[in-house]
């Protein structure tokens, strides 16, 4: 169980990392799962600064502000951000369980 958990992982941050950014990562399959990690929180951040700026924009009433797309841009870095907790959540109960192993 907890090795297709772990194994698992690696495909959804690259997964989370392509349909968050709409962009293939040419990461290698040997990256660790640090860096991939590392790099999906990198994307979350990224999209959360974007939506920032877009609700600045927004409330200082720019000329570029588009209030569907403002929307659109929050809400895709609140989800980008709650599947990132999902797969932090599932990181650590796996490495809970294995804490409970005896060997």
């Excluded at 994307?43 to 609700?55: K, P, T």
């Amino acid at each position: 169980m907890i090795n297709g958990i772990v194994s698992g992982i690696p495909s959804i941050a690259t997964d989370l990392t392509t349909s968050l950014t709409g962009a293939t990562n040419s990461q290698p399959s040997s990256a660790s799962f640090a860096d991939i990690f590392q790099s999906a929180v990198s994307d979350v951040d990224s999209l959360q600064n974007s939506a920032d700026q877009q609700v600045a924009n927004l409330l200082h009433g720019a000329g570029n502000a588009d209030i569907g797309g403002t929307m659109v841009s929050v809400e895709k870095a609140d989800v980008a951000f709650q599947l990132m907790m999902q797969v932090r959540n599932k990181v650590v109960s796996a490495y809970q369980e294995m804490e409970k192993m005896q060997f």
